[in-house]
Nanobody, 119 residues
Framework: QVQLVESGGGLVQAGGSLRLSCGAS????????MAWYRQGPGKQREFVAH???????NYADSVKGRFTISRDNIKNTVYLQMNSLQPEDTAVYYC?????????????WGQGTQVTVSS
């Protein structure tokens, strides 16, 4: 069984920064893509950022230049550095990983961490 655990959310003023972390644990043989998604109040879940196994990144237009995704393959962890936060960034942030475990390749999601940006 593979589990993803997120941390780093919280309350921050507009213009501030937060760093989210998401670590994977369990019987893991390999992790392909890692990504972050978010779901704001009354909205559908949306893509935020993605990083491939080779380190290639891509971002939603709304966060380009402000957010940076990175990964530590030794620790099976993905990070999201969020700068210049704005109230519209308020959401529950979820990490997502495509993991090869005992049962083969599967998508896994974290439980979500709340980010609230006050104006």
């Amino acid at each position: 069984q593979v589990q993803l655990v997120e941390s780093g959310g919280g309350l921050v003023q507009a213009g501030g920064s937060l760093r989210l972390s998401c670590g994977a644990s369990g019987r893991i043989f390999s992790i392909n893509r890692m990504a972050w998604y978010r779901q704001g109040p009354g909205k559908q879940r949306e893509f935020v950022a993605h990083i491939s196994s080779s380190g290639t990144t891509n971002y939603a237009d709304s966060v380009k230049g402000r957010f940076t995704i990175s990964r530590d393959n030794i620790k099976n962890t993905v990070y999201l550095q969020m700068n210049s936060l704005q109230p519209e960034d308020t959401a529950v942030y979820y990490c997502n990983m495509y993991v090869r475990g005992l049962a083969g390749w599967s998508d896994y999601w974290g439980q979500g961490t709340q980010v609230t940006v006050s104006s």
